[in-house]
Every structure is written in structure tokens, then in C-alpha cells.
């Protein structure tokens, strides 16, 4: 069974930084697409950034030069470099990716800025 497993999310100060990883693992032929979304509470679920095989990361504006997204397809894991981080990216964040032709999530992981 495929599955998305994510870490690295916690509290911290505005200003700083967090990583997040999402590793996914079973039986893997294909990922065609990793990405990360957040919503925050009373708000839909929104994109933050996400990265097509050979493509070019797309981002949200309200992350531009402040989050970057990076895969390892080696380890089949995506990263989201945080900086900067603002009170108002505070927000479960949660893993997709498109992995043999099918969409799944992970669990998603809390992320808190205090101001």
C-alpha cells in the first residue's frame, strides 16, 4: 500500500525556520507529482508550492523567496524549506503527490508561528 508520511513541522518564532519532509513508501512505478498544501482553520485548503516531474516549482505568492521545494527521487521525499516564517502561515500542512496515476495525501503535520 502506497502512503505519504510526513514530519518536521512544530512551533516557532516569526522569523524563523522550519523543513518539512513527506517521504512516501509501498510499491511505487511512478511520481508524477509531489506538492504541498495548507489550510489554516476556517480556510480551504490551499496550494503552498508543488513540483511536476521535470518541471519548474510553482509557488503561492504569499511564499515566494520565502519557501522552496525540493525533491530527492531517490528517497521518493519532498521537501519545503520554510523561512521567514510569518504568523499567518500557520496552518496544517499537508503532503499530495500523484504516484501511479493516483492522488494521495499524508496526514498532514501542524505548523505554528507565534508572533
Known amino acids: 500500500q502506497v502512503q505519504l508520511v510526513e514530519s518536521g513541522g512544530g512551533l516557532v518564532q516569526a522569523g524563523g525556520s522550519l523543513r518539512l519532509s513527506c517521504a512516501a513508501s509501498g510499491t511505487i512505478c511512478s511520481i508524477n507529482y509531489m506538492g504541498w498544501y495548507r489550510q489554516a482553520p476556517g480556510k480551504q485548503r490551499e496550494l503552498v508550492a508543488g513540483?511536476?516531474?521535470?518541471?519548474?516549482?510553482n509557488y503561492a505568492d504569499s511564499v515566494k523567496c520565502r519557501f522552496t521545494i525540493s525533491r530527492d527521487n531517490v528517497k521518493n521525499t519532498v521537501y519545503l524549506q520554510m523561512n521567514r516564517l510569518k504568523p499567518e502561515d500557520t496552518a496544517v500542512y499537508y503532503c499530495k503527490s500523484v504516484m501511479n496515476d493516483e492522488s494521495y495525501w499524508g496526514q498532514g503535520t501542524q505548523v505554528t508561528v507565534s508572533s
Open positions: 513540483i511536476i516531474n521535470g518541471g519548474i516549482p
